[in-house]
């Protein structure tokens, strides 16, 4: 099976500016999870997905958004950027009744 | 809340030598436990996991780990380290498909 993939695997934004970036999940996974690593953070949770439905929220401002489609990949969108929002955003699927999740190479999020 | 906490940030071990890896978590029920490994500008990967059972769990690439509910611990373990082993690797307690992390430990391995 092919893994999870991300696309982009890397951006350049300016403060300000808005990013959308994608997941495609291992084929037969319904959930899909957003995690943010930063070096002062860590790994952080943002959000999961199942079956196009949100099921869990981290601790996050309301400009991390995401969404999932019918054939389960996720996109999450990051408005109004900021500084700070320089990460390595991963993504992770599962089947979503097992409890383990595959994560993919993530996309490397710069903001000047 | 859950919480982890891996003490070590940085360890270094001489090829060919065992390793250890230090976790404790905190969590009110049953924890789903795994490990995780990231080398540098890559995702992470599944080294294994603990959901129930028997309290040694093996893993891949020659991995172990063992649940002690004791010590609120599930220590990483390896025999006999090699070069490529040496990354990141980050322990994580499971509240659902949430997944709390450790700040992770670096390890370096000499030759």
């Known amino acids: 099976k092919a893994g999870v993939t991300q696309t982009p695997r890397y951006l350049i934004k300016t403060r300000g500016q808005q990013v959308t970036l994608s997941c495609s999940p291992i084929?037969?996974?319904?959930?899909v999870s957003w995690y943010q690593q930063t070096p002062g953070q860590g790994l952080q949770f943002l959000f999961e997905y199942f079956s196009e439905t949100q099921r869990n929220k981290g601790n996050f401002p309301g400009r991390f958004s995401g969404r999932q489609f019918s054939n389960s990949r996720s996109e999450m969108n990051v408005s109004t950027l900021e500084l700070g929002d320089s990460a390595l955003y991963l993504c992770?699927?599962?089947?979503?009744?097992?409890?383990?999740?595959?994560f993919g190479p993530g996309t490397r999020l710069t903001v000047t | 809340a859950q919480s982890v906490t891996q003490p070590d940030i940085h360890i270094t071990v001489s090829e060919g030598a065992s390793l250890e890896l230090r976790c404790n978590y905190s969590y009110g029920a049953t924890p789903y436990l795994f490990w995780y490994v990231q080398s540098p500008g890559q995702g992470l990967q599944l080294l294994l996991k603990?959901?129930?059972?028997?309290?040694l769990v093996q893993g891949i690439k020659g991995f172990e780990a063992e649940f002690k509910r004791s010590q609120s611990s599930f220590n990483l373990r390896k025999p006999s380290v090699h070069w490529s082993d040496a990354a990141e690797y980050f322990c994580?307690?499971?509240?659902?498909?949430?997944?709390?992390f450790g700040a992770g430990t670096i390890l370096r391995v000499k030759s």
């Open positions: 603990y959901f129930s059972g028997d309290t």
């Open positions: 992770a699927s599962s089947s979503g009744t097992v409890y383990e999740q595959y």
């Open positions: 084929s037969g996974h319904r959930s």
């Open positions: 994580a307690v499971g509240n659902g498909n949430k997944l709390v």
